[in-house]
């Protein structure tokens, strides 16, 4: 998985304003450093709380699942949410 930017992150949860999506990153209480890619793990840490992405490309689905999983089972978080936004 290569990073991904937080305008990127935005577009995959159908926010048009990066803002917007970092406020809800905020409201689930999840913190990333700002004006840095977005590395595997924080995405997992996104994807477990916040479900994941509907626009995310199927192929990135399949391959991103079974690491959710394990991320939420390592972190005692039920397991993710497909949907949520």
């Given at each position: 998985?290569?990073?991904?930017?937080?305008?990127?992150?935005?577009?995959?949860?159908?926010?048009?304003?990066t803002?917007?999506f970092?406020?809800?990153?905020?409201?689930?209480s999840?913190?990333?450093?700002?004006?840095?890619?977005?590395?595997?793990?924080?995405?997992?840490?996104?994807?477990?709380?916040?479900?994941?992405?509907?626009?995310?490309?199927?192929?990135?689905?399949?391959?991103?699942?079974?690491?959710?999983?394990?991320?939420?089972?390592?972190?005692?978080?039920?397991?993710?949410?497909?949907?949520?936004?």
């Amino acid at each position: 998985m290569k990073p991904k930017s937080r305008s990127e992150l935005a577009y995959l949860y159908g926010y048009t304003c990066t803002r917007t999506f970092t406020r809800h990153l905020k409201k689930n209480s999840i913190k990333i450093e700002p004006y840095k890619a977005i590395y595997l793990k924080d995405q997992l840490q996104i994807y477990a709380i916040m479900g994941i992405p509907m626009m995310l490309n199927i192929e990135e689905k399949e391959q991103i699942l079974p690491l959710l999983r394990k991320y939420c089972q390592q972190n005692n978080l039920p397991p993710p949410p497909i949907f949520k936004y």
